[in-house]
């Protein structure tokens, strides 16, 4: 250190020895000013360091040295002024250099005094740490990006010094263990971080610790409490960070709370038992048609039945086909509405009639079963906004549902209560009942309850909740209440009634076929099918009701056919095997001579394959099986439109 005193200079080898070594010093600029701040010695330190000779400094205030920022405030004097009251004083802070650039500088300033105690002066030194307050600064960021970084990931992050005191806590820490960072930081990390020993878990922590663990050192599932008592199954992780110099640091936590996951896992589990159970009624209720259709149908091939017993094999395979286009439809219904690609055709409807027109669909069932069944009305009016056809699919569900779970003989009662918002449906029975546990799983997707104990009564597991989705496109509400097993079970929808000033619909009869329309005029019909028994039956068809039909099962062959004698109607398959059936009707429409109607006829019933159908120029669209009276009827509008031109 500079001498301070007259006292100290008075050796001249000591004089000798200070001067050398200010002269020799690199890494230090080192000044005198006096009383006044005018410097009065410059080393070649300093002259390196500032980027000014000796005789460019001495004798002016040393305030030159300082920012324009320092020297407007004052900073200056107010060292000077601070190192005379106190002896010293220190800072680092911005410096600025002859040619203006700036440094980062540690300074002291070092009052100098004689014998007697008189101020003569001051000593100032300064050394450039601009390299090191670089170094510092990428620290403080590389922590802040850290701790960025740890803010948000879904783990929580403890970091705990040598004594075992809080360091950091991230945010996701902060909400798991319920204390703030400010409130943490420095606190024992046992009260913090507290571990709920096994001997006080609960039965459900300790079977859910015991499903977690992984037996992977040194991540292990705890029961955690929160500081407010809550608490939580983690799987922890615990790293020793090292010390300086070979000394003990400290440790970092991380931990997760694996409540949730397990949550997860249990839905998935759940999901997927669901979806095998699925699967399995699947391939049931498929193989329970096909039985007596494969029967019928090995009879109808031995060719000796008689008349009588060839129609009843007929009605057979009809009956069990129309069941399979049932269960098809149910599936492709409910994937249509939970995807919200179902559009409902809303009219004022009666909800009597609706009523009505589901019993009659479901009654066969009813009285095969022999049950009884009890309907009460509301006397008012019951006038609602919705699609006919869904609301009686909803009600006829219910229905079914009631006498297929209910014992032959039984009671089932549809009760039905008018207010000024609502108009109400219960469909009640006296069957198996369902257990108050599972109820509120009764709507979901694919579940099939177990509601007697021997065996599941059909069904895909998908009918409720295409009830719930289609009563709630309509406003409503669904509900299912039982007392359990044994006690019969109660299903209520409600739909928003119409206002009472609201027009009312004109009573109509049923829209019915009651016999195939065929033309004056008999089509020449091309039917393109790559699934042979498939066209040769409906040739079969086609040919009874007196048209001319051709058959092709290849799109290259079907369009030689049109290329030498172009057909009056064009039943085409998609999916063909040379070429999709969007592309054949391309074709036939350039091949033709005068343009065929074209229909398509296929297993693919989306909204979106309706709409390639459209923009590939067809002009009807069936789904397979095909509506045999729809077809006919189509067939019929050609010959009459042909007859016209």
């Known amino acids: 250190m500079p001498p301070t005193s007259r006292a100290q200079m008075a050796d001249p080898f000591a004089e000798f020895c200070f001067s050398r070594m200010v002269e020799e010093v690199t890494d230090y600029a080192i000044f005198l000013v006096d009383p006044a701040g005018m410097i009065q010695t410059w080393n070649p330190a300093a002259q390196v360091m500032k980027g000014y000779l000796a005789n460019e400094v001495i004798g002016r205030h040393f305030r030159m040295l300082y920012t324009e920022e320092d020297r407007r405030r004052h900073h200056p004097e107010h060292n000077l002024k601070h190192a005379a009251e106190h002896g010293t004083f220190q800072e680092e802070a911005w410096r600025q250099r002859k040619d203006g650039s700036l440094f980062w500088a540690m300074v002291e300033v070092i009052a100098i005094r004689d014998g007697g105690g008189e101020l003569k002066g001051f000593c100032k030194l300064t050394r ?365 929808v409600c739909v928003p009634a119409l206002p009472p000033d609201a027009a009312l619909p004109e009573r109509r009869g049923a829209d019915r076929l009651t016999q195939l329309p065929v033309g004056d005029t008999h089509l020449d019909v091309l039917v393109v099918d790559d699934n042979i028994d498939a066209a040769e039956m409906l040739q079969f068809f086609l040919t009874t009701m007196g048209h001319a039909v051709r058959l092709a099962h290849a799109a290259g062959k079907a369009l030689e056919m049109v290329r030498s004698s172009a057909p009056d109607v064009c039943i085409l398959d998609i999916g063909l095997p040379d070429s999709s059936g969007h592309d054949l009707a391309i074709g036939i429409r350039k091949a033709a001579s005068r343009p065929p109607v074209l229909v398509a006829l296929t297993g693919f019933g989306t909204a979106n394959d309706r709409d390639q159908a459209a923009a590939a120029g067809f002009d009807h669209y069936f789904v397979k099986p095909v509506d045999l009276n729809a077809l006919a009827g189509i067939l019929g509008s050609v010959t009459r439109r042909n007859a016209d031109g």
Not at 147 to 166: F, K, M, Y
Not at 433 to 462: C, H, K, T, W, Y
């Open 128 to 492: 450039d740490i601009t390299g090191m307050k670089r170094l510092q600064d990428d620290l403080v960021a590389e922590k802040e990006r850290a701790e960025v970084t740890l803010d948000v990931i879904a783990d929580g992050v403890i970091s705990v010094d040598a004594a075992g005191r809080v360091e950091y806590i991230n945010h996701e820490a902060e909400r798991l263990v319920d204390w703030a960072q400010a409130q943490a930081r420095g606190t024992a990390v046992e009260e913090v971080f507290d571990i709920v020993q096994p001997e006080h878990y609960s039965a459900h922590e300790a079977m859910l610790v015991l499903a977690d663990a992984s037996g992977i050192p040194p991540r292990t599932t705890q029961v955690l409490r929160t500081r407010g008592g809550d608490r939580h199954v983690i799987e922890m992780r615990q790293s020793k960070m090292p010390g300086r110099d070979g000394e003990p640091g400290g440790i970092v936590i991380v931990f997760h709370d694996v409540g949730e996951r397990q949550r997860m896992e249990a839905a998935l589990r759940d999901a997927d038992r669901r979806k095998d159970e699925f699967l399995a009624m699947l391939a049931h209720e498929l193989r329970n048609p096909l039985a007596p259709v494969s029967a019928a149908a090995e009879l109808l091939a031995l060719g000796t039945l008689d008349a009588g017993s060839s129609k009843k094999a007929s009605q057979v395979i009809i009956r069990q086909v129309k069941h399979m286009t049932e269960l098809v439809d149910d599936l492709l219904d409910v994937s249509r509405v939970s995807r919200g690609q179902v559009t409902l055709k809303m009219t004022s409807l009666d909800m009597k009639t609706v009523v009505g027109n589901a019993v009659e669909q479901v009654r066969p069932l009813i009285e095969n079963r022999r049950h009884t069944l009890a309907i009460s009305l509301a006397p008012a009016r019951a006038y609602v906004s919705g699609d006919e056809k869904r609301l009686v699919q909803v009600i006829a569900n219910l229905l079914n549902n009631a006498a297929k779970y209910t014992p032959p003989g039984g009671d089932i009662r549809i009760a039905m209560s008018v207010s000024d918002s609502t108009v109400c449906i219960e469909v009640a029975d006296n069957g198996v009942g369902i257990e108050p546990a599972i109820q509120e799983r009764m709507f979901e997707l694919f579940e099939q309850v177990q509601r007697n104990s021997d065996r599941v009564l059909g069904g895909l597991g998908i009918g409720l909740a295409l009830v719930r989705s289609l009563v709630e496109m309509h406003g409503g509400a669904v509900s299912c209440h039982s007392e359990g097993l044994g006690h019969g079970s109660r299903f209520t």
